[in-house]
């Protein structure tokens, strides 16, 4: 029970924060700028009194070296929101919630680049397979990049972004905290939502959204998730296994149709479903062998585990 409740932490945040973009981005129709800005305005105070009353406190936050590392987080950061942000304008929160699950495999592939990790046979087989999964998801016979496919590949845009910030945030975390590199990672990529919204002109529209009180609500709820959703998941992370972790986190897309699909009449068709299961199954198989891998190191090299 305590793995299903720890995994809950970090899953059950990244789903309503995917939710809560379509609502005000695409269904609600407020930039993405204006959004990113506003949102980030409640993040950052939400964690900075998360980091003094239950963190390291104010000194956690100096830097130790990795300042060059921090900016370079943050750039990353910064491409990472804009396209997951744009994402939801165009394409659906189930779609957000699968494909960016290409992460793991980024992770393993970056890895393995890095020689951090070892690719084998079965894992590249599964690689061709799961572009079949893509084709399907993202109805590439349809080509129309006007229509959700934008969406798509700005969501795997996304997942290559969090793949490369995770091994860079791994290793800022060797001497940092958490919640200090949380903050310098949201208040960084706040940076490109306001060149955003200037450039775009979305500030112009600040007055509209202090004037709705269902759009200020909103926009309060999206920054707190976002301030919990990091913090949350290195909790799991450090109390369960990666790979378990992983393994649950593939529920993502499951719980964003199941609110999805009722509250806006989302639907997939066959070929979409067929798509995404293929997708989901491959990615549970990578894993899996992900698994099988580390255990087989550590029953090999007992003394590093």
């Known amino acids: 029970m305590k793995t299903v409740f720890y995994a809950s932490l970090a899953v059950v945040p990244w789903v309503a924060v995917t939710l809560m973009l379509r609502w005000l981005i695409s269904v609600e129709g407020w930039p993405v700028g204006l959004v990113g800005t506003l949102s980030r305005c409640v993040t950052l105070p939400v964690l900075a009194v998360w980091i003094v009353t239950a963190g390291a406190g104010w000194r956690s936050l100096r830097p130790k070296g990795r300042l060059g590392w921090l900016i370079l987080m943050g750039l990353i950061s910064i491409l990472i929101n804009l396209t997951w942000f744009s994402a939801v ?50 109805e590439i016979g349809k080509f129309d990049w006007g229509g959700h496919i934008k969406g798509d590949m700005m969501t795997i845009v996304t997942a290559l972004g969090f793949s490369v910030n995770a091994f860079v945030i791994r290793h800022i975390m060797v001497v940092m905290h ?128």
């Open 89 to 138: 304008r165009w394409t659906t929160a189930t779609n957000v919630g699968m494909l960016i699950r290409f992460d793991v495999v980024f992770v393993v592939l970056i890895g393995a680049s890095l020689g951090l990790e070892r690719i084998g046979l079965r894992q590249l087989a599964l690689l061709p397979v799961m572009f079949v999964g893509l084709a399907l998801l993202i």
């Open 178 to 305: 958490e919640e200090p590199v949380a903050l310098y990672n949201h208040a960084i990529s706040m940076l490109g939502f306001i060149g955003l919204g200037l450039l775009c002109g979305d500030f112009a529209r600040t007055a509209d959204v202090f004037a709705s009180t269902k759009a200020l609500a909103s926009i309060a709820v999206l920054g707190v998730l976002v301030a919990a959703s990091l913090p949350l998941y290195y909790v799991a992370l450090r109390r369960m296994d990666v790979w378990k972790l992983r393994m649950f986190m593939l529920a993502t897309p499951v719980l964003s149709a199941v609110v999805e699909w009722p509250l806006w009449g989302m639907e997939m068709s066959r070929l979409q479903w067929l798509g995404g299961a293929i997708i989901l199954a491959c990615l549970a198989a990578l894993i899996w062998m992900e698994w099988q891998m580390a255990t087989q190191k550590e029953t090999a090299d007992p003394g590093e585990s």
